[in-house]
């Protein structure tokens, strides 16, 4: 079955910087585009980022453009935030999620992984 | 920017049916998903593309579109289904969340 683990997170002082991992598995992770999603603490969900399934596009939210950076490695099976600059207001649980291009729905998460920017 | 609205709450008692609506001015034109969060777990797709069911969701959840507003149904509503619920659409590679309704089972 499709699982997706995300790591990284962690504590950070603002201005700083993180990079999360999602690990896939149980599905062809080089034929589906990802995205990142995140919820900070007692908040909705925000879309962050996607990446097309060979990599080719990316697209990212007003909030973290030139901030952050999505990239995937298909020999590793492994989706990537790179996170610089970071500010209080991108404490949040990171979501990673499938993308099922035939029907535009984010299909699979993964359990997330919290990011925490205080000083 | 694209904008999706939810009313923030939604409460009914059991065996009855909730509503939960999300406007949007793209909705006309883009499909709506709609998803279920419970405390401390991740988001779970329970409609896609307005209407669809995946497999594994209890047929008692439902979705519909009518110009700019999409609702998810909940017929017949049990304990377990309370939780947060978002709709989320798309439009020119931007990815909208609405702001999440909070079911909750009287």
């Known amino acids: 079955q499709v699982q997706l683990v995300e790591s990284g997170g962690g504590v950070v002082q603002p201005g700083g910087s993180l990079r999360l991992s999602c690990a896939a598995s149980?599905?062809?992770?080089?034929?589906?585009?990802m995205h990142w999603v995140r919820q900070a603490p007692g908040k909705g969900l925000e879309w962050v980022a996607f990446?097309?399934?060979?990599?080719?596009?990316?697209y990212c939210a007003d909030s973290v453009k030139g901030r952050f950076t999505i990239s995937r490695d298909t020999s590793k099976n492994t989706l990537y935030l790179q996170m610089n600059s970071l500010r209080a207001e991108d404490t949040a649980v990171y979501y990673c999620?499938?993308?099922?291009?035939?029907?535009?729905?984010?299909?699979?998460w993964g359990q997330g992984t919290l990011v925490t920017v205080s000083s | 920017s694209y904008e999706l609205t939810q009313p923030p709450s939604v409460s009914v008692s059991p065996g009855q049916t909730a509503r939960i609506t999300c406007s949007g001015d793209?909705?006309?034109?883009?499909?709506a998903y709609w998803y279920q969060q419970k405390p401390g777990q991740a988001p779970v797709m329970v409609i896609y593309?307005?209407?669809e069911r995946p497999s594994g969701i209890p047929e008692r959840f439902s979705g519909s579109s009518s110009g700019t507003t999409v609702t998810l149904t909940i017929s017949g509503v049990q304990a377990e289904d309370e939780a947060d619920y978002y709709c989320?659409?798309?439009?020119?590679?931007?990815?909208?969340f609405g702001g999440g309704t909070k079911l909750t089972v009287l």
């Open positions: 999620a499938k993308y099922e291009h035939r029907t535009g729905a984010f299909q699979h």
């Open positions: 149980g599905f062809t992770f080089s034929s589906y585009g």
């Open positions: 990446i097309r399934y060979d990599g080719s596009n990316k």
């Open positions: 793209a909705l006309p034109r883009q499909y």
């Open positions: 593309t307005d209407s």
């Open positions: 989320q659409s798309a439009d020119s590679f931007n990815w909208v």
